[in-house]
């Protein structure tokens, strides 16, 4: 592809070379004549000046490094995106039914769907259309993933989850599975029964080895465009708003309640019956305790979890106390020294 080509196709207006060919992606520090490469943030200046890069995208605002081929752009990062998939598209089986899927003639599957070897799906169960579901997975009773879904192999969706459209789901992942209600009855655990279901909206995307429990009563909820890392725990009747991002081994207890647009980092733990509202931020390993409010906007980071500004103030005190002991320590030796003298 030329650039010229690749900057129509982006919507945008190049400089330099429009006539250079060019064939792959990388990054800014690795690519070489035939890449493209992107540069953003305060660096990207000089970053880009020293890239060896066939075709940089660049801010609108930042000057062109002398001698380079670039394409001027909004949001170079979101350009990029873009660019990769243009040179690197999914791939996805061929349409059909491995002979050795299992699957329910009470089963609904649309057009052009492909499911994958020893592949269960059970009745009542009903695919969108080009969704494709990987081998050894096992689709319950009553499950609806929507259309230009992608589950890949061994997932297991249980009964009575709802999936919408262009859902991505990796490997080890359970959707559904009972949540942890237990109840003490006398000299034992009784098991709350587990009748509830899930609802998951559009675009979400879920790692490897990730769960999301069903609802004891009631609806486990999950909005548009959540994106959950691999080891990701969702427990019982969480609700999740709309565009939210949970990293690694977070774990979410249940009744938690998220909403829009909250970022929430590695290992972080809720407690049960947590709010965060919108736009929050949890560092990683920050500790929610129960029933606690995290207000809208906020940053938090540590355990239990507190002001950005009011951890790193604590963590600064914390770093002076080794001084202050060898302060008390000189002082109680001048106090003994005194005591001597003056018995």
């Given amino acids: 592809m030329l650039v010229r080509e690749l900057a129509e196709w982006l919507g945008a207006e190049f400089e330099g070379d429009g006539g250079r060919a060019v ?6 520090e690795a690519a070489g004549p035939e890449d493209v490469a992107f540069a953003a943030g305060a660096k990207a200046g000089k970053q880009a000046a020293a890239s060896r890069a066939g075709c940089l995208l660049i801010p609108k605002d930042l000057a062109r490094p002398e001698g380079r081929t670039v394409i001027r752009v909004e949001d170079p990062r979101a350009a ?33 769907v492909s ?6 799906i059970e ?13 050894g997975c096992y689709i319950g009773t009553g499950v609806v993933i929507g259309e230009d879904g992608l589950i890949h192999a061994n997932v297991t969706i249980h009964r009575d989850v709802t999936i919408g459209k262009r859902a991505v789901v990796h490997s080890g992942a359970v959707i559904g599975a009972d949540g942890f209600g237990f109840v003490m009855a006398g000299d034992h655990y009784e098991k709350f029964p587990q009748v509830g ?12 080895n ?10 486990t ?14 427990a019982h009747n969480v609700t999740i708003g709309n565009h939210v991002v949970a990293a690694a081994q977070t774990g979410i207890s249940g009744g938690v309640v998220i909403e829009d647009y909250v970022v929430i980092a590695g290992q972080v733990g809720l407690a049960d019956k947590v709010r965060i509202e919108t736009r929050a931020v949890l560092g990683a390993q920050c500790g929610v305790p129960s029933s606690k409010i995290i207000r809208a906007g906020q ?40 005591e001597e003298r003056n018995p």
């Fill in 123 to 135: 009745a009542g169960a009903r695919i969108g259309d080009r969704t494709v579901v990987g081998a």
């Fill in 115 to 120: 499911v994958g070897a020893y592949t269960v």
């Fill in 23 to 28: 064939t792959g992606v990388a990054e800014l």
């Fill in 299 to 338: 940053t938090v980071w540590g355990t239990p979890a507190r002001p950005i500004k009011e951890y790193l103030a604590q963590l600064a005190q914390l770093s002076r106390i080794a001084a202050l002991r060898e302060q008390v320590a000189e002082l109680q030796r001048r106090v003994r020294d005194l």
């Fill in 197 to 208: 279901r899930v609802e998951i909206g559009d675009d979400f995307e879920m790692g490897a």
């Fill in 80 to 112: 990029f995106i873009r660019v990769v998939r243009r040179f690197h598209p999914a791939r996805r089986p061929e349409p059909g039914i491995h002979p050795s899927a299992i699957v329910s003639p009470e089963a609904e599957l649309g057009a052009e």
């Fill in 221 to 234: 909820r999950i909005g548009h465009g959540v994106k959950l890392d691999n080891m990701v725990h969702v």
């Fill in 210 to 219: 990730a769960c999301v429990d069903r609802a004891a009563l009631g609806t």
